[in-house]
């Protein structure tokens, strides 16, 4: 609005100016007889100048304002413009955004779910193995627990053996004895 009234008194002091110019006086020298019909014909076209500058003036003025009407609707236009692009640029950015945001966010899954499976088969190895060597323990065990069973049942019977045998041959010497005892 300011815009628009400075250029209209811009408008207005020109064609002023070149109202005022366009009615310069020459300089000459003046006489009586000079003077008066210049001064008649001035005042007789006084009143059709004043209405011609005062034409022009208007004509000026309003192409004046259109100009400027124009240039603020041009200025309106361009700016209303730039801001709709620069919303579509921010919109588009934050949709962008919002796409990598979400692309992150899945593969931070995947990669947690990786992780997990990872884990989870890394305990499972873990455990299969910890089964198997304590299945191994327990069978050496076993093994080394049969094995001194059966070294102490060897022993055992071995010693039952030997006894036996010591039994058998003191009863045979007794009998023997005895045969050369009843025999005496």
Excluded: H, R, Y
């Excluded at 100048?49 to 003025?61: P, R, S």
């Excluded at 919303?87 to 899954?109: D, H, R």
């Amino acid at each position: 609005m300011n815009a628009i009234k400075t250029t209209l008194a811009i408008a207005l002091v020109a064609a002023t100016s070149s109202a005022m110019a366009a009615t310069a006086v020459e300089q000459k020298p003046v006489t009586l007889v000079d003077v008066a019909p210049a001064q008649v014909a001035q005042v007789k076209a006084a009143p059709v100048n004043a209405v011609e500058a005062t034409k022009e003036l208007v004509k000026n003025q309003v192409a004046v304002a259109e100009k400027a009407v124009e240039t603020q609707t041009l200025t309106i236009k361009e700016t209303t413009t730039a801001k709709v692009a620069d919303v579509k640029q921010a919109t588009v950015a934050k949709v962008e955004a919002a796409k990598e945001a979400t692309v992150a966010t899945q593969n931070a899954a995947v990669a947690q779910a990786e992780v997990v499976k990872a884990v989870a088969a890394e305990k499972a190895v873990d455990a299969k193995d910890a089964v198997v060597a304590q299945a191994a323990e327990a069978k050496e065990t076993v093994e080394t627990k049969a094995e001194e069973v059966k070294a102490e049942a060897k022993q055992e019977c071995v010693e039952k053996c030997v006894e036996e045998k010591v039994e058998a041959v003191k009863t045979e010497k007794k009998g023997f004895f005895s045969w050369f005892k009843k025999s005496a």
